[in-house]
């Protein structure tokens, strides 16, 4: 076998691990989080997570619990899925604070700063101020992140009341500001799904799986129930 051969079936073999391994920390917005398609099925993940996949009511915002399962509890690598309706495929994911082992194929993770999430954007975008407490992005602004990933962000220290009305006064495009940058980074992601079917050929291994057809675009109605989910939990404090 030539060495240029041996390359070949080296990639060959080890591409479709990439998605369909249970180690797997990619996050690709629309397509899949590590080995979870738009389309995947309850057996299916049973397969990659074994018993690391845990079938429950997932919170969903406002006093509601949908449909989900959670997979890797308590640990940096958990998540929390809702499925599709009749658990035929996942709908979105939501990757909380303690999740510190996910990262999108961009380069964002947990923990990145608003400057940092800046930089991989592109430019500045649209966060969503809720009761002076919570941000989210809201809009992108034709950057280079994906409108499928939506980012709620919390503070890494308390501002003092100028510094809050200042950023109140800027209401819906704040990353401009030098104390923004520093001072806010990503709590929690929310992960929207197309209807992606998991691969089966090492050409998808990277998360280029097509998705199914009558796939829509993400609608302002399931961005403002991501956004409810992220920013309030049962008992009233921030989730995840």
Known sequence: MTAIAAIATVIAH??????????DRTIVPGVR???????????QLRRVYGRNLVMKKVY??????ADGAVIFAGTPSEVRLFWRKGRQGVRRIIVPQRASRWRTRSGVKIGASI????????????VQREND???CNSQWLGGRLSKNLLICFRETRNLSNAQ????????????TLKIVQQVF?????????????????AADAQGAARPAAGDGSLSFAQRRCALQQNLVSPKGGAAG
């Open 185 to 201: 980074v990503a709590k929690s992601f929310t992960v929207f799904l197309n209807k992606t079917r998991p691969p089966k050929k």
């Open 33 to 43: 989080v590590g080995a979870i398609y738009g389309l995947s099925t309850p057996a």
């Open 14 to 23: 080890s591409a479709p691990a990439l998605a369909n391994n249970a180690s």
């Open 60 to 65: 969903e915002g406002e006093g509601f619990y």
């Open 115 to 126: 400057a940092r999430v800046v930089q991989l954007n592109r430019t500045h975008f649209r």
């Open 164 to 175: 809050s009305n200042r950023i109140s006064r800027h209401k819906g495009q704040h990353t």
């Open 133 to 135: 407490v919570h941000n």
